[in-house]
């Protein structure tokens, strides 16, 4: 059956061995294993199942004798063959590429940047721009890791920078302030740090070199941006010149009180004469310029200006109100020609219904985006069940401008700290779902991937609990801790052995370097759970 051309009949068979209590033959097992990859579904669904009900313990010996083997290839060219023959698998190629770093061999460098330079995976890609740099630090490497700074995946990006600062090179100092003023957070983070972690007098040099080049405006805001991060007095000269540049006069005020010190507002002061021709309002706001006091006028004049501008005033806002209404009071008026109420129930319709339009006019309309349901569901969670980016981004960016005195990062953590009945965070809501490409827009975008939920699980665990393979993937190409406990004192480890889920055990083993030797609160190993499960099967 297992050989039928009818991936029907195949299912059939498949359905049969799994509800039977004694373990297939050993070679039926291996053609069982080798459908877990099959392209029809449907078979590839039930040949797992057969696997995780048989092999629950299997997956931590087969993942440890895949470590162990990999160990031993000791010889650099087989390493590089196997290389080439895993490139297509994330995961395997990534563990092979360890292995080569970690023995540093000279030859391996040109056929790493070889690799670089061929692979289309961002992740291989996203590796290599940095450890490539750890492994071989020198000079010779920035030119081979800077074009990927302009690399569409902002995490390539952001370890590329992280690349060129272990490579300690003034020559990557320019480059490192232009990522200053990339959009995506953590790159210019990883721009900042490795500013500072550069030689302070060759940064300067550098910086102060970029300063002086004022025809080409846009490094001189590039090193505007640096500035501001490292506060260096001496810079303030150079600043100084830049100030009866319209072009750069924004930036270059900017970096000057940055400083903040007696030397920087007296510059200011000083200067002041020399770029009046800014708006004076710029510099009354910032607090740099003292106003002149007002000439004292007479009593009368002073009651006829004060007449006219509250008619002006009035006049002003009766027009505005009919002919200029606000946003909120357009959202309402066309809601209204729809026959949609304002209210929250209608907001939940829309979400669920996956209708962005009508989702963006109810939260202009006034309804609340922190609203929770009866049923303590946020309306957030709700957009996680639906999987929807843009209508996520439409609740985020109403939260925002309902808080907009407050930093984007507050925002963030309001949101984060939303819950449902069950305790769970959206993030964890995303994770035990299989929402990976909002995880991926919820980390992208700041959110705090170590958060735990009520029952004190991490994101891997929610990982765990759903079975969402994909999603444990991805969080553990993220580095996040894979031993973190619960309040029940587990692991995922402990949590997808006890479950029977060898796949997730893989991961965990192979990806995230779990530590199968950690005790439970009983006193047991996930070895032991394994077995202890294999037991109960049997």
């Not at 009949?9 to 509800?19: M, R």
């Not at 010996?61 to 010889?75: I, P, R």
């Not at 740090?193 to 846009?218: D, G, I, S, V, W």
């Not at 580095?479 to 029977?500: C, F, I, Q, S």
């Amino acid at each position: 059956m297992l050989n039928s051309e009818k991936n029907t009949d195949v299912v059939y068979y498949l359905q049969n061995i799994f509800l039977q209590d004694q373990s297939p033959e050993e070679d039926i097992l291996g053609k069982i294993d080798s459908f877990r990859s099959h392209k029809d579904p449907g078979v590839r669904f039930w040949a797992r199942k057969v696997y995780n009900k048989f092999f629950a313990s299997r997956a931590i010996k087969d993942s440890a004798e895949e470590q162990h083997s990999l160990e031993q290839a000791v010889d650099t060219e087989i390493l590089h063959k196997k290389l080439l023959n895993v490139q297509e698998s994330t995961f395997m190629a990534i563990s092979v590429m360890e292995q080569i770093l970690k023995k540093a061999e000279p030859q391996s460098l040109p056929f790493l940047i070889s690799h670089l330079k061929a692979v289309k995976d961002p992740f291989q890609i996203s590796f290599l721009a940095k450890h490539l740099c750890f492994a071989f630090p020198s000079d010779e490497l920035l030119n081979t890791i800077i074009p990927f700074l302009k690399h569409t995946d902002d995490r390539v990006v952001a370890n590329a920078i992280e690349g060129i600062e272990r490579l300690r090179t003034e020559k990557g100092i320019p480059y490192c302030s232009e990522m200053l003023r990339h959009k995506n957070q953590r790159v210019r983070a990883n721009a900042a740090k490795a500013l500072f972690h550069f030689n302070k007098e060759k940064t300067y040099r550098a910086l102060a070199q970029m300063l002086q080049t004022r025809e080409e405006p846009h490094h001189v805001l590039a090193a505007c941006f640096a500035v501001r991060e490292l506060k260096e007095p001496r810079f303030l000269p150079i600043l100084a010149e830049n100030l009866s540049s319209r072009i750069l006069f924004e930036d270059t005020l900017s970096a000057i009180r940055s400083i903040d010190s007696v030397e920087a507002r007296e510059l200011i002061t000083a200067k002041y004469q020399e770029f009046r021709f800014f708006e004076k309002r710029l510099a009354e706001a910032l607090g740099e310029i003292r106003i002149e006091e007002s000439a004292k006028n007479p009593w009368f004049k002073t009651y006829q200006v004060a007449r006219y501008v509250i008619i002006a005033s009035f006049v002003i806002a009766v027009i505005w109100y009919l002919y200029f209404p606000s946003p909120q009071r357009q959202a309402k008026y066309k809601l209204a020609e729809l026959s949609i109420p304002s209210t929250i129930h209608s907001l939940v319709e829309a979400i669920q219904s996956q209708n962005v339009e009508y989702v963006t006019l109810l939260i202009g309309a006034g309804v609340d985006p922190m609203s929770v349901l009866e049923d303590g569901t946020p309306l957030f969670h709700t957009a996680v069940h639906i999987r929807n980016i843009a209508i996520f981004k439409s609740l985020k960016d109403a939260v925002h401008d309902l808080n907009s005195d407050k930093a984007p990062e507050e925002t963030v953590n309001l949101i984060s700290s939303l819950k449902d009945a069950s305790g769970e965070t959206v993030l964890h809501l995303a994770a035990r779902t299989g929402a990976t490409e909002l995880l991926r827009y919820l980390f992208d975008n700041g959110f705090a991937s170590e958060i735990r939920d009520d029952d004190g699980n991490t994101l891997l665990h929610s990982a765990v609990k759903g079975s969402q393979e994909e999603v444990l993937v991805f969080l553990l190409t993220q580095k996040l801790k894979v031993d973190e406990r619960n309040k029940r004192g587990l692991t995922p480890l402990h949590m997808a052995v006890m479950e029977g889920k060898s796949r997730i055990v893989y991961w965990l083993m192979q990806l995230g370097r779990a530590n199968p030797d950690l005790m439970t609160t009983n006193g047991m190993s996930a070895i032991d759970l394994g077995l202890k499960s294999l037991y109960n099967d049997d």
